[in-house]
């Protein structure tokens, strides 16, 4: 059509350059409807509480992801996660469940997927009971019980594939369209046959690369045979294993299974393993990090391969597609951080695409089995309990019908999205902020060494408040108790975030300490720009646990200082392992010849002690970084209520309460839906679960 298309007879609309993102692609006996693909992952919603699962990956297939897969359900009683709530499909009883799953996939016309699977030596079986089973006699592969797998017979064996067939069958009865074989990340049975780290087998299923690809095969073959033309079978597969002794990598046996199996499945899900590797942060990896080792399965088979990469940008979709690299464009995280980036780029909205910061909040929620929380999304896993969507507007309650005018004093993270979620409900808003720049603690810890994708949550959040008339935003602008007081509004939410202290308070210390003559930086000193002289002696003390302590220490490390991180704990950066980073943090800091020393606690004048024997620890040290607590910015909130009492006066964010990015946005969000529903109490929605 010469690079226009009708949309109908009396007008022409230009060609999109993403039109081939929604082209239809044949999967097997199933069409996709375009190339965007929601690929499995956990919820923290599990087979107990499915409503929010449900909610969750409906509201995906609302925005307009074609094919949406359900995470890692658990195909019998031998493969019991326990703390980590998976789905389930272990008897007929569970098929109720994924009935209704399927039906809110398909009601906004994607295809649904279900990855069946087995965890093998990664299974814990706390909850039946039973013994944790894989290819031979080694203790779980993760120390989170103390138990050991029974080595499998080949009874077992046989027991294993016919509990998947049946699995497979029940699948295909609740109305799946894509079947997944799940040979991945290293929580897979399959992957443990695989694998000569876990595999020391003598029989036909261990030794030899054809022996220990049997089962894999076997298992394809028993799955498709259940599914006999009905729907699709996929095969999740890592292709290689990054710095893992005798792991795969891609020009060795990762691709040779992909060679061998080649043309088996009806669909390829590759990605590397293990889950710190596939689902590394921005921090240390940039869009697009697993094409290197994925890019080969393309032209080994001629079945559709969907990849992942934190894709966030439509032009690199697109020309992945274009040249050849992918069929379909997988997403996890960035189909958490926005539901509806599929519809946004369709409608030529890509301003308002709410794109992934690369955090890994999300992934940190299932050390705690919990719902999944996102630092972008506010709305994730509130789908169903709260009612809450991504995109349409917070409901006004019969008390709040007129557009009310509200104060926000702060425009960081938590200020910004109590305004927009205000905005878009047709109230009027004005933002003050005492800073030049907007954007809060996100602006200045997205300096931080590989935290600028950090900025998005100013960025998309400021661009959307902009499109709004009855906003405005004043910068250079701090507000006193006198001016709050005199406003004219109906309502005034402070978010004037919190302050680092530098005192020595932290979270093993209450009181303070002395520092004597020994010059102290807080981590605000460090965001507002002062730093240490090059060639200085520094200590940055980690008393906070989180990223912050191991990003200034690498900054000051770069910048020239002799750098020593010290903690208390036992380990370095001990919450990011939840965020799957403190592996990376310590290979990143000791190749920056930064001095690790845990076990250390800090005391008066600025001496160290080695916390388990208490002698002494002498460090050089000119000068010294104290991470630790934070103190809210609240001082407003009585000046002002002591001027006029009757103001509707709300708290957001650090103010209210010091956390994380993710809580702040989070709180802002809940505090502006308080506003418009007229209720004093912030998240008082709950819904009792409906039985399958």
Known sequence: MGGRRHCCKNCIVSESPYDILFEPVKIG???????????????????????????????KAEGGWGTVAVQITEISADTDMANHPMERIWDDSDIPRHVAQVEAIKRHGSLAAIELGHGGMRARNITSGLPVIGPSSFPVLRPEVPVQAMAMNHNDISAFRKAHK???????????????????????????FLSLNTNKRTDDYGGSFANRIRLLMEVIEDTLEVANGRCAVALRFSVAEPGKTNGLTSDGEGRDVVEALAELPDLWDVNISGW??????????????????????KSVTTKPVVGVGRFTSPDTMVSLIKQGRLDLIGAA???????FLPNKIKSGELDS???????????????????????????????????WHPEAPAII?????????????GAGPAGLECALTLLKAGQQVTIAEADPLAGGRVTKESALPGLSSWARVRDYRLHQINQHANASLYLNSEMNADDIAAFECDAVVLATGATWRADGVGSSQFEPLTFGSTKVYS??????GAIPASGSTIVVYDDDHFYMASAIAERLAKHGCSVSYVTPLPSIATWTDNTLEQNAIQERLHGLGVALIPNTRLHDMVKFTNVLTGADVALAIDELVFVGARTPNDKLEAKVLSINAKLPLHKAGDCHVPGIIQAAVLSGHSVARSLLAGENVLGSQRREQISF
């Open 523 to 528: 981590v605000d000193d460090i965001l507002n």
């Open 166 to 192: 049946a699995a497979a069958l029940r699948a295909v009865k609740a109305g799946y369209d894509i079947l997944y074989v799940y040979a991945a990340h290293d929580i897979s049975i399959l992957s443990h």
């Open 29 to 59: 006996p199933v069409t996709a409807p375009n190339r965007f693909y929601a690929v499995p992952h956990a919820t923290g919603h599990g087979w107990h509480q499915p409503n929010g699962a449900i909610a969750l990956r409906a509201m």
């Open 276 to 297: 710190a590797k596939d689902s590394a942060t921005a921090r240390f990896t940039e869009e697009g990090f697993q094409l290197g080792y994925t890019d080969f399965v």
């Open 333 to 339: 995280r960035p189909s958490i951080a926005d539901p």
């Open 353 to 387: 695409i709410r794109e992934c910061i690369g955090c890994n909040i999300c992934v940190s929620m299932d050390s705690y089995g919990l719902p999944v929380r996102c630092t972008q999304n506010p709305t994730i896993s509130e789908e169903w309990r709260r009612d």
């Open 397 to 409: 309650s019969s008390a709040r019908q007129s557009t009310r005018h509200h104060l926000i004093v």
